[in-house]
């Protein structure tokens, strides 16, 4: 039985996370999104963002440009130091940890859906398991490094979920440094209901502008031409 295999082999929280991949996110979203409903899709976007915050909050970060595509993908950028480049020491690039493990959650590892924002900056693997595909470029060390992820299903049937297509790879070099995540929702997970509302996306990015004063938070549809700044002063 699963406990007699479990018994006697030092299995933690964290192998059984590691273990179950972002296949089990595609399996059961609600537990890290909350819904597959419009409330789940506008996570995925909280998810990133969440990680960009958190940068202003370590004092690296002052500016945030959000931008939803015609394709009903989006961008979130910051201008923080950039995730870092360097390997893992799981001999995977750190980015790739980044977007395809799936990090504990909650105080017990995977935790669960929190009804508060979202999974503290922790969550963009979620992301990543819940789109077609995700994009990420990195300004830092005065390079551009960029990788790919990806969901497909094989000609075998097997469904490979946000799996790295190709490795990190240095695509320029740049004065700048941030981090720039690209997504795009999967409407296979959300019923078809991929399309981001402006008005969900202004109000929310102004609190977090509100709540964050110095930072510079800049939304942009490119479906509608509507756009908005919000920045509170430090
Ligand atoms: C838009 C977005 C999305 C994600 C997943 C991370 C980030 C991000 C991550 C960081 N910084 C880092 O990860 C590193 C910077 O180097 C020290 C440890 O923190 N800045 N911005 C930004």
Request: proline share 3%; net charge negative.
């Amino acid at each position: 039985t699963e406990s007699a295999a479990i018994a006697g082999s030092e299995y933690s929280a964290d192998d059984i996370q590691i273990l179950e991949g972002l296949t089990a996110v595609r399996k059961r979203p609600g537990m890290y999104i909350g819904s597959t409903t419009a409330s789940g899709l506008h996570h995925l976007l909280w998810e990133i963002v969440d990680n960009a915050v958190d940068e202003h909050l370590a004092k690296f970060c002052s500016k945030i440009d959000v931008t939803v595509h015609q394709d009903n993908s989006v961008t979130v950028v910051d201008n923080g130091r950039g995730i870092p480049t360097s390997m893992h020491k799981s001999g995977i690039p750190t980015p790739q940890v980044v977007f395809t493990i799936l990090h504990a959650g909650g105080k017990f590892g995977g935790g669960g859906y929190k009804k508060s924002g979202g999974l503290h900056g922790v969550g963009a693997s979620v992301t990543n398991a819940l789109s077609e595909w995700l994009e990420v470029e990195i300004y830092r060390e005065g390079k551009i490094h960029k990788q790919k992820f990806a969901t497909w299903v094989d000609d075998k049937g097997i469904e490979h979920v946000g799996e790295p297509v190709g490795g990190l790879e240095v695509t320029g070099n740049t004065n700048r440094t941030g981090t720039k995540v690209t997504f795009k929702p999967d409407p296979k997970v959300f019923h078809g209901h991929v399309s981001m509302s402006y008005d969900t996306l202004s109000e929310r990015l102004q609190e977090i502008a509100f709540l964050n004063s110095g930072l510079k938070v800049n939304i942009k549809d490119e479906r509608s031409g509507k756009a908005d700044t919000f920045h509170y002063e430090g």
